[in-house]
Nanobody
Framework: HVQLVESGGGSVRPGGSLSLHCAAS?????????MGWFRQAPGQEREGVVV???????NYADSVKGRYTISHDRATNTLNLTLYALKPEDTGMYYC????????????????????WGRGTQVTVS
């Protein structure tokens, strides 16, 4: 039974940085083949931020390209997201998601087709 727990959120000024972490348990690192980060601002729909296919490729949303970086630390089975040059519109609850297969991984940025989700960590930029 895979569980995901996010951490690292907080409040930051525009232009600042944050590092988010998603600790996975109940699964080997190699079994989490498609993973991603999503966010949801108050009153808005959830949107994809970035997905990674076995660490071989990444698909970022246009709004975060060049500012966010995803990485998977297999030693600790933690999915990390570093946020730079933050803007007020980056505010929202950030969720981690994972799947045990990589089929259509890139497309999951839009479909959000993941069986496992964390509970989220709040990011506020103001």
């Amino acid at each position: 039974h895979v569980q995901l727990v996010e951490s690292g959120g907080g409040s930051v000024r525009p232009g600042g940085s944050l590092s988010l972490h998603c600790a996975a348990s109940g699964a080997m690192p190699s079994s989490l083949q498609c993973m991603g980060w999503f966010r949801q601002a108050p009153g808005q729909e959830r949107e994809g931020v970035v997905v990674t296919d076995r660490g071989l490729s990444q698909n970022y949303a246009d709004s975060v390209k060049g500012r966010y970086t995803i990485s998977h630390d297999r030693a600790t089975n933690t999915l990390n997201l570093t946020l730079y040059a933050l803007k007020p519109e980056d505010t929202g609850m950030y969720y981690c998601a994972a799947a045990d297969n990589y089929w259509d991984c890139e497309a999951r940025l839009q479909t959000a087709n993941f069986p496992t989700w964390g509970r989220g960590t709040q990011v506020t930029v103001s």
